[in-house]
Each structure stands twice: as structure tokens, then as C-alpha cells.
């Protein structure tokens, strides 16, 4: 695999975590979608519109495709194939004639409909589940990138199946350091609010590759369509409001 091919995916990853929150998590329920062909989603960055932005192409209320775009251009392609009424297969294709590779994402799901393991270019593991069936811990590969980046999450939830406490454990100069963020929701499952603590002395915000900076306290506020599905996302950091994200839904 050549530099360019892993700088590329190492970007993507970064903002496909920042996309897929948004994408593969609708927060609305598959019955609302079903008249919904495709999703339009425009990204903003301190309130200007970003360059980035995503097609979503939806099939009986469950995504199908979506499309990554820089400017007007189509950057990569992600399909999505489905195994049962919970977990999907995930597959990320970069644009051929430009990298000519493919990355495979998949799932290995128990018998019992339970994910124990996510496969990427970096493997996670789930366990400890509760009695929501979701798992409460989730441990990732020995090397000294996922050690990096966190080699173990231990998650909390509420009734609603929602995150409301992440523990994130790194490894830095073999030194074990930890990032907690707490989540607060609305009434339709969408983050209204969040605040981080760290183990070690960090300065807010905090700069992160191919997203928006992290702040101690942020909050978020929406615009709901007659479906209660939100079409536009406000942030709020320091008192100050910017537009944050469009989704256009067409038929």
C-alpha cells in the first residue's frame, strides 16, 4: 500500500467519523425516512460553508449509498449492505482512477445478534454488554497508533440506548491518559449538549485533525421538518452560535 494511499485513508477516517455520526445515525426512525429518496448534507465550519459535503441515497428508509464530495467533486463512495434489521457491512471505496484501491469495513456479529468485532484499518473489539444488549466496552490493536488514538472506550447509556458518558484510555510515552466527554439529549436523541474532561493538563479547544476544535462545553441546538428529523444544526461554543450542518431531504 503505497504513502499516499494511507494518508488518504488516515484523512478519510478523520472525516468519516465526523460524517458517519451524522449519516449512519439519522436519529429518526426508518418508517419517517421511507418517503425520503436522498439526503443532501452541507457542512459549515465557525458558521461559512465548508468545501465538504455528502449525498445519502436511502432505500425503504435505510441507507444505501453515500457520496463524498470536495467542492463539486466526487472524492470517495461508501456502500452499505445490511445483514439483519441492526448491523451493516460497511463498504469505503476510494475513487479508483485516482488511488485504485478499496478499504473493506466489516462487522463479526455473535450468534446472538451481538458485535464483538469492527474491522478497518484499525480493529476494535466490543464486549461487556449490557442488559440493553450495547456494549459498555470496546478495546482496539496493541500498536502505538491505536495506543495514540485510544485502546480502550468504556461506554455509558441511557434507557434511550444513548451514550451519555465516554471514556476514551491512551497511551502516550507509556503513560496512561484518558479523555471523558458526557452527552445530554433533547427529546428526539440528538445531542443538546456535551462537556470533556481530561485525565492530564489540555487546553481548550483543542486541535483536531480534519474536524472542528474541541471545547470544554458545547452545545447544540436544532430546526426540526414536520417529521421531527432536524434540517439544520446550530453549535455553541463561548456564547457564541454558528451554523454547523444542513440536511436537505428530497422524495
Not at 465526523?18 to 439519522?26: C, E, G, R, Y
Request: proline residues 1%.
Amino acid at each position: 500500500m503505497s504513502q499516499r494511499l494511507i494518508l488518504l485513508i488516515l484523512i478519510n477516517l478523520f472525516t468519516f467519523n465526523l460524517i458517519f455520526s451524522q449519516t449512519s445515525k439519522l436519529n429518526a426512525s426508518i418508517n419517517s425516512l421511507k418517503k425520503y429518496k436522498e439526503i443532501e448534507i452541507l457542512n459549515y465550519s465557525y458558521g461559512k460553508k465548508s468545501h465538504w459535503s455528502q449525498r445519502v441515497f436511502l432505500e425503504n428508509g435505510r441507507i444505501r449509498r453515500v457520496n463524498h464530495f470536495n467542492k463539486s467533486k466526487l472524492i470517495s463512495t461508501d456502500d452499505y449492505y445490511y445483514e439483519n434489521k441492526k448491523f451493516k457491512i460497511k463498504k469505503f471505496s476510494l475513487i479508483k482512477e485516482e488511488i485504485g484501491d478499496t478499504i473493506n469495513f466489516s462487522y463479526c456479529i455473535t450468534a446472538k445478534g451481538e458485535l464483538i468485532e469492527y474491522n478497518t484499518v484499525i480493529e476494535e473489539y466490543f464486549s461487556d454488554y449490557n442488559t440493553l444488549k450495547l456494549p459498555e466496552t470496546i478495546t482496539s490493536g496493541t500498536t502505538s497508533f491505536d495506543s495514540l488514538i485510544g485502546f480502550k472506550t468504556k461506554l455509558e447509556y441511557d434507557i434511550k440506548s444513548n451514550i451519555i458518558k465516554e471514556k476514551v484510555y491512551s497511551k502516550i510515552d507509556n503513560k496512561i491518559i484518558t479523555n471523558t466527554t458526557q452527552f445530554i439529549y433533547d427529546e428526539f436523541n440528538n445531542v443538546i449538549e456535551l462537556n470533556r474532561e481530561a485525565s492530564y493538563k489540555i487546553e481548550y479547544p483543542s486541535i483536531i485533525l480534519g474536524g472542528l476544535p474541541h471545547y470544554k462545553n458545547e452545545k447544540f441546538e436544532y430546526v426540526y421538518n414536520e417529521d421531527n428529523i432536524w434540517i439544520k444544526k446550530y453549535w455553541i461554543v463561548n456564547n457564541k452560535k454558528y451554523l454547523y450542518q444542513k440536511r436537505k431531504f428530497r422524495k
